[in-house]
């Protein structure tokens, strides 16, 4: 029905960017949300932003001014762009897509894919 593919993560300096893609693959749905959350060993998970299908955006304090999320719609992708990364960012960053098939609402998770920023 629905696979996430996250790419993009890796290892940054402090100070550095990053810039983080989810390619959502499938037939016979429709994308309502696409956002990301990450999860530090031994924390929880942590959402850290959300993009509608209107364009509506919106953001973690801890990341406000430095992440932005968009997303491509005709290529069924999201994307984050972190910049300034902190080392608190370090954590696997997880990707959402919440979708529509006929009437019934689901919630997607990718596997996640690693950030770890160094200082």
């Known amino acids: 029905q629905v696979q996430l593919v996250e790419s993009g993560g890796g290892s940054v300096q402090a100070g550095g960017s990053l810039r983080l893609s989810c390619a959502a693959s499938g037939s016979g749905f429709s994308i309502n949300s696409m956002g990301w959350y990450r999860q530090a060993p031994g924390k929880q998970r942590e959402w850290v932003a959300v993009a509608t299908s209107g364009g509506r955006t919106d953001y973690a304090d801890s990341v406000k001014g430095r992440f932005t999320i968009s997303r491509d719609n005709a290529k069924n992708t999201a994307y984050l762009q972190m910049n300034s990364l902190k080392p608190e960012d370090t954590a696997v960053y997880l990707c959402?897509?919440?979708?529509?098939?006929?009437?019934?609402?689901?919630?997607?998770w990718g596997q996640g894919t690693q950030v770890t920023v160094s200082s």
């Open positions: 959402t897509v919440g979708t529509s098939v006929l009437n019934i609402m689901q919630t997607h």
